[in-house]
T-cell receptor
């Protein structure tokens, strides 16, 4: 039973390029969360999605960032026109139910470096 | 808003020493509280949790008690091992506008255990 799969593990982009981060939740999980970890910081909530729906994107920057979780396939976090400040580790988590009180299952993350 | 404050690291201990990592929180209501551990290059793993006041979470020799009166959830272990070297994150759950729960994390405490 595979856990939460994220790819790529490492991603290098030049300023102005696009970054696409993928997350496949655990089998049977239909709730996906994206978190960002800046250097020397804890994780910060970005967005919560269910299949084909964005439920809460209150933590997403207003520009350049978008997320989707289609009916088929992985969830995608897309960052357009990346800047140096986007360099961070991006973690995806999934859960079986609407509540995370049972603790999410996190993926190993994608470490984005913008040069 | 809700927040979590952890003791600053790094913490360096010798094997078999006693470990305490302090965590206090500010929250409305009664959130669930968590400790997550992050080993180098990996995602976060749930270490333990407590969902109401006076609950004690425990796992792998680690324990933490939900103290409402002091708004604390300190992590303790009686005898640490080299394999416990990692970054430890305290977190609380917060209800989102969509009715789900998201996690609010502290900045993390890096623990190094020397043989």
């Amino acid at each position: 039973n595979a856990g939460v799969m994220q790819n790529p593990r490492h991603l290098v982009r030049r300023r102005g390029q696009e970054a696409r981060l993928r997350c496949s939740p655990m089998k049977g999980h239909s709730h996906v969360y994206w978190y960002r970890q800046l250097p020397e910081e804890g994780l910060k909530f970005m967005v919560y999605l269910q299949k084909e729906n964005i439920i809460d994107e209150s933590g997403m920057p207003k520009e350049r960032f978008s997320a989707e979780f289609p009916k088929e396939g992985p969830s995608i976090l897309r960052i357009q026109q990346v800047v140096r400040g986007d360099s961070a580790a991006y973690f995806c988590a999934s859960s079986l139910t609407w509540t995370g009180s049972y603790g999410y299952t996190f993926g190993s993350g994608t470490r984005l470096t913008v040069v | 808003g809700n927040s979590v404050t952890q003791m600053e690291g790094p913490v360096t201990l010798s094997e078999e020493a006693f470990l305490t990592i302090n965590c206090t929180y500010t929250a409305t209501g009664y959130p669930s509280l968590f400790w997550y551990v992050q080993y180098p290059g990996e995602g976060l793993q749930l270490l333990l949790k407590a969902t109401k006041a006076d609950d004690k979470g425990s796992n792998k020799g680690f324990e933490a008690t939900y103290r409402k009166e002091t708004t604390s959830f300190h992590l303790e272990k009686g005898s640490v091992q080299v394999s416990d070297s990692a970054v430890y994150f305290c977190a609380l759950s917060e209800i989102t506008q969509g009715g789900s729960e998201k996690l609010v994390f502290g900045k993390g405490t890096k623990l190094t255990v020397n043989p």
